[in-house]
């Protein structure tokens, strides 16, 4: 399969920068989790089991917005600090609609926006060597 709409996503259980691999500049947009660390709180504060209830319905929401997106590539690199990205490759792998899109997952630390985008065009530019 060629690399024809790839797609770059740092991410944590906070945020994702969704980046398409387009020539340059790589521009970034941001989805953020609803569930915040005030919300955590505040929800703890009533009770521990609400609190767990309320992230998973709310993270299982934010891994459903970044399938929907997902969904437009067919090739896709998940990276970020966290295991977050393992998450969401696990939620797409049991969905059938996700079966031909590449979608590769790496480990990486904090980065800049420049480090993401360099981190992207240096994976795709890799995946565009291999296949020629």
Do not use: C
Not at 30 to 52: A, D, I, Y
Not at 70 to 85: C, E, Q
């Amino acid at each position: 399969m060629t690399v024809e709409k790839g797609l770059g996503i740092w991410m944590d259980h906070q945020d994702a920068h969704i980046m398409e691999f387009t020539t340059d500049p790589i521009e970034t947009s941001t989805l953020f989790s609803k569930f915040t660390h005030q919300e955590k709180e505040q929800t703890l504060g009533r009770s521990e089991n609400l609190m767990h209830n309320k992230e998973q319905h709310e993270e299982a929401d934010y891994y459903k917005e970044l399938g929907e997106i997902i969904r437009n590539y067919n090739d896709v690199i998940l990276f970020g600090p966290t295991d977050a990205k393992v998450e969401l490759f696990n939620v797409l792998r049991k969905d059938h609609r996700f079966a031909n899109i590449v979608i590769e997952v790496k480990n990486a630390d904090k980065m800049t926006v420049n480090q993401q985008h360099a981190f992207v065009r240096d994976y795709f530019s890799k995946r565009l060597l291999l296949q020629k």
